[in-house]
T-cell receptor
Framework: KNEVEQSPQNLTAQEGEFITINCSYSVGISALHWLQQHPGGGIVSLFMLSSGKKKHGRLIATINIQEKHSSLHITASHPRDSAVYICALRFGGTSYGKLTFGQGTILTVHP | NAGVTQTPKFQVLKTGQSMTLQCAQDMNHNSMYWYRQDPGMGLRLIYYSASEGTTDKGEVPNGYNVSRLNKREFSLRLESAAPSQTSVYFC?????????????FGPGTRLTVT
């Protein structure tokens, strides 16, 4: 069963382009996380949100609870943004902080 | 602060060998997690520890055991390694499991079982 669907799976962009990565899910959640995995393998948490919108630098994350959909936007993309972007969900209740992860979106930004 | 550290970074085992992956965090977090990451699949939870002294199975616990040695350390043991356990293993920690806190990840251990 795929509780988390990310799209696209692969994304190639030119430096400066506006990037959108999508995450859809099928059941109610308590929070959604966006993570970045660097080419070297390290994983960093970018955002955690349960409603609305958050912004950090050139990154913007939005979530629509009714539509069960979240987007991660990167403005003025740069080659250093090349990474795998992962959406993860916490389903709440007795899930005790456990996250369910999407397969990730591989982003490559060319200079 | 080092955050979450893992040892070793790389390991090659023969089928049937055992080993322990070590994880430590210096953020005074209550909760710790072990994940595995395989090509084409998302991260999957192996075991977690909501607080010192407790451990629980995650999505893929078979073939693994864990020990929450103290608040800082959470180890993952493979008693008899199998090729299907070839993967990248990540340890993570968070303040607690009872609310929504971000998780902090270690650098990963790349394990190959031949």
């Amino acid at each position: 069963k795929n509780e988390v669907e990310q799209s696209p799976q692969n994304l190639t962009a030119q430096e400066g382009e506006f990037i959108t990565i999508n995450c859809s899910y099928s059941v109610g959640i308590s929070a959604l996380h966006w993570l970045q995995q660097h080419p070297g393998g390290g994983i960093v948490s970018l955002f955690m949100l349960s409603s609305g919108k958050k912004k950090h630098g050139r990154l913007i994350a939005t979530i629509n609870i009714q539509e069960k959909h979240s987007s991660l936007h990167i403005t003025a993309s740069h080659p250093r943004d090349s990474a795998v972007y992962i959406c993860a969900l916490r389903f709440g209740g007795t899930s005790y902080g456990k996250l369910t992860f999407g397969q990730g979106t591989i982003l490559t930004v060319h200079p | 602060n080092a955050g979450v550290t893992q040892t070793p970074k790389f390991q090659v085992l023969k089928t049937g060998q055992s080993m322990t992956l070590q994880c430590a965090q210096d953020m005074n977090h209550n909760s710790m997690y072990w994940y595995r990451q395989d090509p084409g699949m998302g991260l999957r939870l192996i075991y977690y520890s909501a607080s010192e002294g407790t451990t629980d199975k995650g999505e893929v616990p078979n073939g693994y055991n864990v020990s929450r040695l103290n608040k800082r350390e959470f180890s993952l043991r493979l008693e008899s390694a199998a090729p299907s356990q070839t993967s990248v293993y990540f340890c993570a920690s968070s303040e607690t499991t009872n609310r929504d806190y971000e998780q902090y990840f270690g650098p990963g251990t790349r394990l190959t079982v031949t």
